[in-house]
């Protein structure tokens, strides 16, 4: 149980619209859910992350919503600035050492 | 800049050679992980270290070792190289394990293998 789907791989919203990014996850012992960002040319950065006992966590214009019994969790990001361009990278790590990430979501935000 | 140390930041090689890759982390991170990212791929886990010790192996090939030394800086040795070994290559630290921790990356070693 080591795979983290992450849909979709490209998305392109207009400047002011939200993003949605979902991620599937298959190990039941995942406990962390992180969302890393990576601008172009640079390294990932968290964004926010999300805890099991809690079902959604908000900063600002992101958001993580978190359903633990169907295993999936969202990213959400509203009024999208041309500076949310980048990609977003899920992660469900499986245990207290192993790192599992998506594949990537490619978002951009058109002016 | 996260603290997080790499060296060299550019490394460029022929087939068949071996490099190190260096990583210091944070201040006070016990947490080493590496990653390997293809041109427009995602972060493939390759090996974690934790105060010196292995804890977690991804999709680390036979070609490629790591350490992390009594200092905490780890390095990552890759061996008999192939094209395909061309990527970006991060190392993280992390306070104490990923799996409930942020990580933080370093910029990344640029390996072209021609």
């Known amino acids: 149980g080591e795979n983290v789907e992450q849909h979709p791989s490209t998305l392109s919203v207009q400047e002011g619209d939200s993003a949605v990014i979902k991620c599937t996850y298959s190990?039941?012992?995942?406990?962390?859910f992180p969302w890393y960002k990576q601008e172009l040319g640079k390294r990932p950065q968290l964004i926010i992350d999300?805890?099991?006992?809690?079902g959604e966590k908000k900063d600002q214009r992101i958001a993580v919503t978190l359903n633990k019994t169907a295993k999936h969790f969202s990213l959400h990001i509203t009024e999208t600035q041309p500076e949310d361009s980048a990609v977003y990278f899920c992660?469900?790590?499986?245990?207290?050492?192993?790192?599992?990430f998506g594949a990537g979501t490619r978002l951009t935000v058109k002016p | 800049d996260s603290g997080v140390t790499q060296t060299p930041k550019h490394l460029i090689t022929a087939t068949g050679q071996r490099v190190t890759l260096r990583c210091s982390p944070r201040s006070g991170d016990l947490s080493v992980y590496w990653y390997q990212q293809s041109l427009d791929q995602g972060l493939q886990f390759l090996i974690q270290y934790y105060n010196g010790e292995e804890r977690a192996k991804g999709n680390i090939l036979e070609r490629f070792s790591a350490q992390q030394f009594p200092d905490l800086h780890s390095e990552l040795n890759l061996s008999s190289l192939e094209l395909g070994d061309s990527a970006l290559y991060f190392c993280?630290?992390?306070?104490?394990?990923?799996?409930?921790?942020?990580?933080?990356f370093g910029p990344g070693t640029r390996l072209t293998v021609l």
């Open positions: 993280a630290s992390s306070p104490g394990l990923a799996g409930y921790n942020e990580q933080f």
């Open positions: 190990d039941s012992a995942s406990n962390y």
């Open positions: 999300i805890r099991s006992n809690v």
């Open positions: 992660a469900a790590p499986p245990g207290y050492n192993d790192m599992r």
